[in-house]
């Protein structure tokens, strides 16, 4: 079992509706999770990171963890076509940060 | 305040010879870290370097790959001897220490292995 598993997608959705971007994890000493978009050959921008359960807010975007089940997500707002990428998650243990393969998002106008 | 460097954007190399990928971190940013990606794959960690330390080379192939961040100048990812199976987007990121989770990556550099 990997120790952080994401779905690859594609995943396709109309402009304006709500996305959510999910991952799973095995590994309980993961303390620290973020979200990175990556752009078709540009590097990964970090979104959002937090270390606790519960939900963070950031405009559009809302970053849900919930350790008991070892699952995060994401989640965006009236998606726009600019928000077609790829979404990493990302966890944090003994100072390694180990991604997800990422999930490709698609936003059809 | 500049970003995190990268270069070259693109690397061709034969197979055999050697190829030096340079990352300079953000301005006040001592911790380096160096990821690979495959096409239609995540990032998967190779190496974490602090200033003249490798901290974590779990991810490192044993052979062929080295890195080092000396106390001047840019991290530098060394592959020996490449092979075809070399080709991939090698990406560095980087952070204020340990603790803080923001790490900031740079645009990549692209190898080609012909």
């Known amino acids: 079992q990997k120790e952080v598993e994401q779905d690859p997608g594609p995943l396709s959705v109309p402009e304006g509706a709500i996305v959510s971007l999910n991952c799973t994890y095995s590994n309980s000493a993961f303390q620290y999770f973020m979200w990175y978009r990556q752009y078709s050959r540009k590097g990964p921008e970090l979104l959002m990171y937090?270390?606790?359960?519960g939900n963070k807010e950031d405009g559009r975007f809302t970053a849900q963890v919930d350790k008991s089940s070892k699952y995060i997500s994401l989640f965006i707002r009236d998606s726009q076509p600019s928000d077609s990428a790829t979404y990493l998650c990302?966890?944090?243990?003994?100072?390694?940060?180990?991604f997800g393969k990422g999930t490709r998002l698609h936003i059809l106008p | 305040n500049a970003g995190v460097m990268q270069n070259p954007r693109h690397l061709v190399r034969r197979r055999g010879q050697e190829a030096r990928l340079r990352c300079s971190p953000m301005k006040g940013h001592s911790h380096v870290y160096w990821y690979r990606q495959l096409p239609e794959e995540g990032l998967k960690f190779m190496v974490y370097l602090q200033k003249e330390n490798i901290i974590d080379e779990s991810g490192m192939p044993k052979e062929r790959f080295s890195a080092e961040f000396p106390k001047e100048g840019p991290s530098i990812l060394r592959i020996q001897q490449v092979v075809r199976g070399d080709s991939a987007a090698y990406f560095c990121a980087s952070s204020h220490n340990s603790q803080n989770t923001e790490a900031f990556f740079g645009q990549g550099t692209r190898l080609t292995v012909v």
């Open positions: 990302a966890m944090k243990r003994d100072d390694k940060i180990i």
């Open positions: 937090t270390y606790s359960s």
